[in-house]
């Protein structure tokens, strides 16, 4: 029910992001990509607008809802991409190899068992074509596990409010806790909750997962404008070859 609702008001609370478009757009042309995925698509944002760059774009996602509204942007946009629901465990499925991928926007730490993890990177890495690159992005867990519980900034838009908080319980398990306010335009308000559990990875844990799946240079920023990574960063921001 949370993710059907969330899936409605997905891209006014998560717009698109020039900055994020400008950082893949550089890594992906400088290697002289072409055909790149974005695993855990959501709506379809960034392969959207990497196809609009000229990219070969495909997009796969683990919830229906998603897919379906990425299908219709890209239908009503008139801009082709290939969007299909799929776990990013196993992007292999679509039987194609590629020049970059991306999986951005935290969705790695829905992945609770460090098996697969390992078997996600794995799995990337197989699909990436010699000098490859992927994109991977998540939340500076190493600064939230020290911190204690920790409200995100809030999402406040026209009729909307999105409030998010972690809950470190222990070094291997998180709670992330999401409230969704809708008012409509007739003053009426509906309120939905959620609770899901993450897997705060650190640094240094991802680092490893990385080479073991079998990439070779990474490097690792606190954010898409190539800020240096901190133990202060709010991201982590993270290019393996």
């Given at each position: 029910?949370?993710?059907?609702?969330?899936?409605?008001?997905?891209?006014?609370?998560?717009?698109?992001?020039?900055?994020?478009?400008?950082?893949?757009?550089?890594?992906?042309?400088?290697?002289?990509?072409?055909?790149?995925?974005?695993?855990?698509?959501?709506?379809?944002?960034?392969?959207?607008?990497?196809?609009?760059?000229?990219?070969?774009?495909?997009?796969?996602?683990?919830?229906?809802?998603?897919?379906?509204?990425?299908?219709?942007?890209?239908?009503?946009?008139?801009?082709?991409?290939?969007?299909?629901?799929?776990?990013?465990?196993?992007?292999?499925?679509?039987?194609?190899?590629?020049?970059?991928?991306?999986?951005?926007?935290?969705?790695?730490?829905?992945?609770?068992?460090?098996?697969?993890?390992?078997?996600?990177?794995?799995?990337?890495?197989?699909?990436?074509?010699?000098?490859?690159?992927?994109?991977?992005?998540?939340?500076?867990?190493?600064?939230?596990?020290?911190?204690?519980?920790?409200?995100?900034?809030?999402?406040?838009?026209?009729?909307?409010?999105?409030?998010?908080?972690?809950?470190?319980?222990?070094?291997?398990?998180?709670?992330?806790?999401s409230v969704l306010e809708v008012t409509a335009e007739n003053g009426v308000s509906q309120r939905f909750k959620n609770s899901v559990e993450l897997r705060?990875?650190?640094?240094?844990?991802?680092?490893?997962?990385?080479?073991?799946?079998?990439?070779?240079?990474?490097?690792?920023?606190?954010?898409?404008?190539?800020?240096?990574?901190?133990?202060?960063?709010?991201?982590?921001?993270?290019?393996?070859?």
């Amino acid at each position: 029910m949370f993710y059907e609702q969330l899936a409605k008001y997905y891209d006014v609370v998560f717009p698109s992001e020039p900055g994020k478009i400008a950082f893949l757009d550089r890594e992906f042309k400088t290697r002289g990509a072409g055909r790149i995925l974005d695993l855990a698509c959501g709506t379809g944002t960034y392969a959207l607008e990497l196809a609009r760059l000229g990219y070969e774009a495909y997009g796969t996602d683990i919830e229906p809802q998603m897919v379906e509204l990425a299908k219709e942007k890209a239908a009503t946009h008139k801009v082709a991409v290939n969007f299909s629901v799929g776990d990013m465990r196993e992007p292999q499925s679509l039987g194609l190899t590629f020049d970059g991928l991306l999986c951005i926007g935290n969705s790695l730490a829905h992945l609770l068992d460090e098996g697969d993890l390992d078997k996600a990177l794995a799995a990337m890495r197989s699909v990436l074509r010699d000098k490859g690159v992927a994109v991977l992005q998540i939340v500076n867990f190493d600064r939230i596990l020290s911190l204690g519980d920790t409200d995100l900034p809030l999402i406040e838009r026209k009729g909307l409010r999105f409030l998010r908080t972690y809950r470190p319980q222990g070094s291997e398990k998180l709670v992330f806790d999401s409230v969704l306010e809708v008012t409509a335009e007739n003053g009426v308000s509906q309120r939905f909750k959620n609770s899901v559990e993450l897997r705060p990875i650190r640094r240094a844990d991802l680092e490893d997962a990385v080479h073991r799946a079998g990439f070779s240079a990474v490097k690792t920023f606190g954010d898409f404008k190539y800020g240096n990574y901190s133990h202060g960063s709010q991201a982590l921001v993270m290019l393996a070859e």
